[in-house]
């Protein structure tokens, strides 16, 4: 079984709709990150984590919120979907100790999302 | 501010180097290099620290100039597994802690035979 695991990894859904993607992991790790993916944009980060009570806007978190129910668990939802939003989605968690940086990152497999 | 990594994209003959480069704005605290293959999710390949430390994978090294606020990732005698697309992410101090990864836009590398 993968360590960050991705639900659902594709979506087609309709401009309004609320749309939530999962991401839960084994990896034991405190810091979670939710990003997104278009063509030669590269990798551009939405929001953040660092332990359950920590929620930090990335740099595109418009339109976007999450929620951090556990140490494993990190969820990423459009509440009003729109066509913009389609983009290939990835979480991904890195372990941290102080005073040091940050450690790998591990990715999940990606969400697909297509907004119509 | 993302960092910015060039070239774009390269195209290698099995067996033949290239160099990508990663550059920021800000002092870096640390420079983390991925590579993403068609349809996959990145993976990690190294991390560097400020200090100028140089680091290697297989026949893939990277330096870390601090004072340029830069780092360069070297691919020595390619392979066609070396296909892909290659992220840069730095990671930037601050009083709390440090910042979470900001990544490039990507090098696209297509080794051909």
């Known amino acids: 079984d993968a360590d960050v695991t991705q639900t659902p990894r594709n979506r087609i859904t309709k401009t309004g709709k609320r749309i939530m993607l999962e991401c839960s992991q084994t990896k034991g790790h405190d810091r979670m990150y939710w990003y997104r993916q278009d063509p030669g944009l590269g990798l551009r980060l939405i929001y953040y984590s660092f332990d359950v009570k920590d929620i930090n806007k990335g740099e595109i978190s418009d339109g976007y919120s999450v929620s951090r129910q556990a140490q494993a668990k990190f969820s990423l939802s459009l509440e009003s979907a729109i066509p913009n939003q389609t983009a290939l989605y990835f979480c991904a968690t890195s372990d941290f100790r102080q005073g040091m940086n940050t450690g790998e990152l591990f990715f999940g497999e990606g969400s697909r999302l297509t907004v119509l | 501010q993302q960092p910015v990594q060039s070239p774009q994209a390269v195209i290698l003959r099995e067996g033949e180097d290239a160099v990508i480069n990663c550059s920021s704005s800000?002092?870096?605290?640390?420079v983390h290099w991925y590579r993403q293959k068609h349809g996959e999710a990145p993976v990690f390949l190294m991390i560097?620290?400020?200090?100028?430390e140089q680091k290697g994978h297989e026949k893939i090294s990277a330096s870390f100039n601090e004072k340029k606020q830069q780092s360069s990732l070297y691919l020595t005698a390619s392979q066609l597994s070396y296909s892909g697309t290659y992220f840069c992410g730095t990671e930037w101090p601050r009083n709390s802690g440090n910042t979470p990864l900001v990544f490039g836009k990507g090098t696209r590398l297509s080794v051909i035979a």
């Open positions: 560097l620290l400020k200090g100028g």
């Open positions: 800000k002092a870096l605290y640390s």
